[in-house]
């Protein structure tokens, strides 16, 4: 028992040693509360752990009095088993993904792997057991051994905690589940070694009891006393921002709870957002009539709303399209010197927010303008070219092309051109290796050549940017000298790497326009999905979080005859389809936009924003985060927490402090408004669903 507290005071030394908001919260309250956490949860697990040890010492008794040594490799052998019995559904979920479950490492990788698993903890059981019998029996260097041997596994132990807090950070919550479980263990081991050895001193022995004592004790304390456990609650509820291991353990023990209330992880969640209504006085999941205002009741909403100017021409519609690229990185010039050149020469819009911090939350909106999908749209950008007749065409990679047609089935074009990312077959999302901006911008241009003066709206869908980390190691550090990116800069080297290559294909697109006399009548927009975190907090993709290096992107429109203009408003992907609607045809359908027409902020007073800015965050397929954007503030409400947070987007880093103790009458307000709204209703819904 002595030893799991030991390792709980450790994972509490840990977590305060990564945790980013540890500035921000009371630190002598959070170390009392999560050191009452730990000592009570590793005093739990060293029960357990204690009462293992001996039902394998007891199912081995027979055999040890026949062959010892023989029952020595039972017990290791029965310890690798309980290693293969805890990890067997984890590793069969890693090897369940599209890849791996294709071919032959999808059937024999499981196999494979938990076999290595199990070897390798009954070597750690076996090396660890003779060690410390060798130092029991007073053998020649056995204390030396067992010390040696308590070392390299406290070196394992540490190594697996360092992957999992720095590298395999908000990712995949079962593999952080079992590199925390693996790294326990074998910290434990160690602890329980240099315990064993320290107890050969009678004042070490009684302090080590004396510990085991205490622990049992508050544990049973702790137990029994509801208004203790909510003080823990309450003093630890600023670890869902940052949850590590103080707040993933935290979440366990409610989920805990809430099993032993007969309840599940959907029906805990739909406790929590009751809560969330009682507390803000929302008794029925009302819509904000807002939403489904129609167009002319908006604010400002008259005939033209941009400076009087013709709302419609026989635009071609060009979409540059960059799947996971970060304004900040967009917009800087040596980045991307051909991206902020046709910003110095469009609307660019400085502050513009996507929908959602992964594509499947992002694409919709940008194509439909609304918050409720694409079913619910007046029209997204493919209705309204086809009722145009305009012909649709998209470029996009293989391994786009596969998640976006099974994920998203709506973004379906008239005729679509693939272009092959990754050699081998299989390839889903992350795992393609070879670039594709280049050819798909001569593929562009080639197509464009052979169609004279035929209308068109065409939309490049770029994958490169998404795949930075796996791309063709040889073919980024081509991309690096050639194009002279240095190793020294903002982002990771990678990243900027291949932004720079993806600029250097859209500086040849725009020649090509040029040179093609299209420039003059198509219309351009170069915009992204969302952001990528590129190691913010230890994160490093997207999803999951609702940061503004996920959320913020670039939005650039170049639309002939409106002047280059840089807009400081904040706007929304949401924009986007109402706004080109009303550069195609003079009278589309606009009631059902939650967007607004975003050359209307080019007017010399420009009407207000009627409709906050919302956004939605996922993790393992389920809505783990809503957030509202009004004003100064941002709300972000995680749904495994259920204690909202605020953020003030005027702070150099917003999304470092959260200020809702701070400013309880902004928080309130916010809160109220994200209750009623599409992107709270419909996770609502989810969880009501999940929950059937």
Same mark, same amino acid.
Request: with cysteine; charged share 20%.
């Given at each position: 028992m002595s030893a799991g507290v030991a390792v709980g005071l450790g994972a509490v030394a840990a977590d305060t040693a990564v945790r980013h908001d540890i500035a921000s919260v009371a630190l002598a309250g959070h170390l009392r509360a999560a050191v009452g956490l730990y000592v009570a949860v590793g005093a739990g697990l060293g029960?357990?752990?204690?009462?293992?040890?001996?039902?394998?010492?007891?199912?081995?008794?027979?055999?040890?009095?026949?062959?010892?040594?023989?029952?020595?490799?039972?017990?290791? !052998? &029965?310890?690798?088993?309980? %290693? #293969? *019995? $805890?990890?067997?559904?984890?590793? /069969?979920?890693?090897? @369940?993904? +599209? =890849?791996?479950?294709?071919?032959?490492?999808?059937?024999?990788?499981?196999?494979?792997?938990?076999?290595?698993?199990?070897?390798?903890?009954?070597?750690?059981?076996?090396?660890?057991?003779?060690?410390?019998?060798?130092?029991?029996?007073?053998?020649?260097?056995?204390?030396?051994?067992?010390?040696?041997?308590?070392?390299?596994?406290?070196?394992?132990?540490?190594?697996?905690?360092?992957?999992?807090?720095?590298?395999?950070?908000?990712?995949?919550?079962?593999?952080?589940?079992?590199?925390?479980?693996?790294?326990?263990?074998?910290?434990?081991?160690?602890?329980?070694?240099?315990?064993?050895?320290?107890?050969?001193?009678?004042?070490?022995? !009684? &302090?080590?009891?004396?510990? %085991? #004592? *205490? $622990?049992?004790?508050?544990?049973? /304390?702790?137990?029994? @006393?509801? +208004? =203790?456990?909510?003080?823990?609650?309450?003093?630890?509820?600023?670890?869902?921002?940052?949850?590590?291991?103080?707040?993933?353990?935290?979440?366990?023990?409610?989920?805990?709870?809430?099993?032993?209330?007969?309840?599940?992880?959907?029906?805990?969640?739909?406790?929590?957002?009751?809560?969330?209504?009682?507390?803000?006085?929302?008794?029925?999941?009302?819509?904000?009539?807002?939403?489904?205002?129609?167009?002319?009741?908006?604010?400002g909403a008259g005939a033209t709303g941009s400076g009087g100017r013709a709302l419609a021409a026989d635009f071609n519609v060009l979409v540059f399209y960059v799947d996971s690229l970060r304004g900040d990185v967009a917009y800087d010039e040596e980045v991307m010197p051909n991206a902020a050149a046709l910003s110095r020469q469009a609307v660019r819009f400085e502050r513009a927010y996507s929908t959602g911090s992964d594509t499947l939350r992002a694409l919709p909106g940008l194509l439909g303008g609304s918050y409720d999908g694409l079913a619910r749209s007046p029209g997204s950008l493919l209705d309204l070219a086809k009722r145009l007749e305009i012909p649709t065409t998209l470029f996009i990679p293989a391994s786009a092309a596969d998640f976006i047609s099974l994920l998203l089935p709506t973004f379906a074009f008239d005729e679509t051109y693939r272009l092959p990312d990754h050699a081998r077959g299989g390839v889903w999302g992350y795992g393609a290796d070879q670039p594709t901006a280049g050819p798909m911008v001569d593929q562009v241009l080639s197509w464009l050549a052979q169609r004279g003066s035929q209308r068109f709206f065409a939309w490049l869908f770029n994958f490169d940017v998404h795949n930075w980390h796996e791309l063709d190691g040889t073919y980024v550090e081509g991309a690096a000298e050639r194009y002279h990116v240095p190793a020294e800069g903002r982002w990771n080297w990678r990243y900027r790497v291949v932004a720079r290559s993806l600029d250097e294909h859209l500086g040849r697109l725009l020649r090509g326009l040029e040179e093609l006399d299209l420039a003059d009548r198509t219309l351009v927009l170069f915009v992204s999905d969302h952001g990528e975190a590129l190691g913010y907090r230890g994160f490093w993709p997207h999803s999951t979080f609702l940061w503004e290096s996920l959320l913020r992107v670039p939005l650039v429109l170049r639309v002939p005859g409106i002047p280059p203009m840089v807009v400081e408003e904040r706007v929304s992907l949401i924009d986007v389809a109402p706004t080109i609607a009303r550069l195609l045809t003079p009278d589309p359908p606009m009631n059902g936009y939650h967007g607004e027409d975003l050359l209307g902020l080019l007017d010399p007073e420009p009407p207000p924003r009627r409709l906050p800015l919302l956004a939605t965050a996922v993790s393992d397929q389920q809505i783990a985060r809503v957030g509202i954007l009004d004003g100064r503030y941002k709300l972000v409400l995680p749904f495994e927490w259920g204690a909202p947070e605020l953020y003030d987007l005027s702070a150099p880093d917003p999304d470092e402090v959260d200020v809702s103790a701070a400013h309880p009458r902004e928080a309130l307000q916010l809160m109220g408004a994200l209750l009623r709204s599409p992107v709270f209703l419909a996770a609502e819904a989810e969880l009501e669903s999940a929950r059937r």
């Open positions: 029960l357990a752990a204690w009462a293992l040890v001996t039902l394998v010492r007891l199912l081995a008794t027979p055999l040890e009095r026949r062959a010892p040594r023989a029952a020595e490799v039972a017990r290791a !052998a &029965a310890y690798g088993s309980i %290693a #293969v *019995a $805890a990890l067997s559904s984890t590793t /069969f979920w890693v090897f @369940s993904g +599209r =890849l791996a479950h294709a071919g032959a490492l999808g059937t024999l990788g499981p196999y494979l792997a938990l076999t290595a698993v199990g070897l390798a903890a009954s070597t750690v059981a076996l090396v660890h057991s003779r060690a410390l019998r060798g130092a029991d029996a007073g053998r020649a260097g056995g204390s030396g051994v067992a010390t040696a041997t308590a070392a390299a596994l406290a070196i394992l132990g540490g190594a697996l905690v360092i992957v999992d807090l720095t590298v395999l950070v908000a990712i995949y919550r079962r593999v952080h589940t079992a590199l925390e479980l693996c790294g326990a263990a074998l910290l434990g081991c160690a602890c329980f070694s240099g315990l064993t050895l320290a107890a050969r001193r009678a004042r070490a022995r !009684a &302090a080590i009891r004396a510990t %085991a #004592v *205490a $622990a049992a004790v508050w544990v049973l /304390f702790l137990a029994s @006393s509801p +208004r =203790l456990r909510g003080w823990h609650q309450e003093a630890l509820a600023h670890t869902g921002r940052d949850p590590v291991y103080v707040g993933r353990m935290l979440r366990r023990i409610e989920l805990a709870q809430a099993i032993l209330r007969g309840e599940d992880v959907a029906g805990m969640r739909a406790s929590r957002v009751e809560a969330l209504r009682e507390r803000y006085d929302v008794d029925q999941p009302t819509r904000d009539p807002r939403w489904d205002a129609g167009w002319s009741d908006r604010p």
